[in-house]
């Protein structure tokens, strides 16, 4: 909502706002934008002389302005809807889908198109590093999006992507998430079918090769041509051939290799994991299909500098790294910790990894995922527990079962305290939370700081 907030004032709309909760980076995007924002939901925040409201889909029937819009007849329409009538209407949406991986590899696909001097529009779920703002309207054509599942608004339960209509389709991966909204995996997929349904037959899907869900998907009908990526190994083994191929050149993922049409092109770039590779190669596929080439592409990616909140360095000079980190799925938690433990043993120290969740999505919350949460962070030497008040199952059990050395706190004080005791000069922490999680990364940064210098 922030970012479409951003697209609307470059159209040269007057944009104000309401939410609860908002934290930076993207409080610091609507000030520096001059978009007025008034914390809580007092229909008095919204002018009398109003054209339209825009909802967000966390607005619910009940809420203050929510009814104040009903009440007086206020047009109104979903973010979705808007966007994909007033500002992706004529233009070829390049769009990025999936479970995991939509905000990084937006990002990166939106970087390399504006590397190569296309100018993209872009709206992305985070702020990327090299772009420094989550959406602007661009000077081209091309447009690059992140397509979430999720509904479009507590009048309209399809999911957003159904609205953005593109011509270049990433779908990354698909499981089971959001179950506020969504009672299984198949639900899921039907939603994704309604997408595949929009992108035209001289359009383009780009997907990994091996992804049973996808599958499932595609089995529904497809009219599109299929493009597919995944790594060598997967090609090895597979009677299918991949259209775009990878292969890490070390253990971390820092340097890798993309294989397609007999031709490698090589990035040693500043990320890590092979989830990341795999988004890249997406990413790659995706730019080659308006244009690009690889050879433009991987330049491109050898100067990428991540996403804010996606394993982002709070403390760049502090003697034990503190990463924020926007991961709240054990997929994605288990991906985010073998990167960086990957990154920790190339490193060749003698350092331990330390891991802090909260476990904060509303799937989450519900406890959907507590079975396969304790080996999602295998991968970390030790893990602390945060478990919100609002949550509805206990993290204790999820503690007990951890492979290695874990705790659990209802306190941030108190946790972030026993962290600065545990950790010593070599050690990693990564901070996971997809909500503001009181600060802590910072706050765990600055203690340290205090204690070691």
């Given at each position: ?231 060598e190994q997967e090609e090895a083994t597979s009677s299918d051939p991949v259209d775009w191929q990878w292969r890490t050149n070390n253990a971390d993922g820092s340097e ?57 360095r709070v403390n760049p000079d502090g003697r034990i790294p503190v990463f924020d980190d926007f991961a709240h799925h054990p997929t994605a938690i288990t991906t985010t ?82 962290v600065v005791a545990e950790s010593q000069p070599g050690d990693r922490i990564v901070v996971m939370s997809n909500g503001g999680f009181a600060d802590v990364p910072r ?11």
């Amino acid at each position: 909502m922030g970012s479409l907030a951003q697209l609307a004032k470059a159209m040269g709309h007057q944009v104000s706002g309401a939410d609860a909760g908002v934290y930076p980076p993207m409080s610091d995007q609507l000030e520096q934008a001059g978009i007025e924002l008034t914390q809580g939901f007092d229909p008095a925040g919204i002018p009398d002389d109003v054209d339209l409201v825009i909802i967000g889909n966390a607005m619910a029937r009940g809420n203050p302005s929510v009814e104040y819009v009903l009440d007086r007849g206020i047009p109104y329409t979903s973010g979705p809807q808007w966007l994909g009538e007033h500002v992706l209407q004529q233009r070829w949406v390049l769009a990025v889908a999936g479970t995991h991986g939509k905000t990084t590899t937006a990002s990166m696909l939106a970087w390399i198109l504006e590397y190569a001097g296309m100018a993209p529009g872009y709206l992305i779920g985070g702020v990327p590093e090299n772009l420094s703002t989550s959406a602007r309207l661009g000077e081209t054509p091309f447009f690059v999006i992140e397509a979430d599942e999720y509904d479009t608004a507590f009048f309209d339960k399809r999911s957003k992507f159904v609205h953005y209509h593109p011509r270049t389709l990433i779908t990354n991966n698909l499981e089971f998430d959001h179950a506020d909204i969504f009672p299984d995996l198949a639900a899921i997929e039907r939603q994704f079918h309604h997408l595949i349904r929009t992108v035209p037959a001289n359009g383009q899907i780009i997907r990994p090769r091996d992804a049973e869900a996808i599958d499932r998907v595609t089995e529904m009908g497809c009219w599109t041509p299929v493009v597919t990526f995944g790594c060598e190994q997967e090609e090895a083994t597979s009677s299918d051939p991949v259209d775009w191929q990878w292969r890490t050149n070390n253990a971390d993922g820092s340097e890798f290799t993309v294989v397609s049409r007999g031709e490698e092109h090589h990035v040693h770039w500043s990320l890590c994991g092979q989830h990341n590779v795999s988004n890249a190669v997406a990413a790659i596929a995706a730019a080659f299909h308006v244009g690009v080439t690889p050879a433009i592409a991987v330049q491109a990616l050898s100067e990428f500098r991540s996403v804010k909140r996606r394993m982002e360095r709070v403390n760049p000079d502090g003697r034990i790294p503190v990463f924020d980190d926007f991961a709240h799925h054990p997929t994605a938690i288990t991906t985010t910790l073998e990167g960086a433990r990957a990154q920790l043993e190339n490193a060749m120290t003698e350092g331990r990894l330390l891991a802090i969740l909260e476990p904060r999505s509303n799937t989450m919350k519900a406890g959907v995922h507590k079975d396969t949460l304790a080996a999602s962070v295998n991968a970390a030497d030790v893990t602390f527990w945060f478990e919100p008040a609002n949550i509805d199952w206990s993290l204790e059990a999820v503690t007990k079962a951890c492979a290695n050395p874990a705790q659990m706190y209802k306190d941030t004080d108190r946790l972030i305290e026993d962290v600065v005791a545990e950790s010593q000069p070599g050690d990693r922490i990564v901070v996971m939370s997809n909500g503001g999680f009181a600060d802590v990364p910072r706050r765990l940064a600055q203690a340290l700081e205090n204690k070691h210098g």
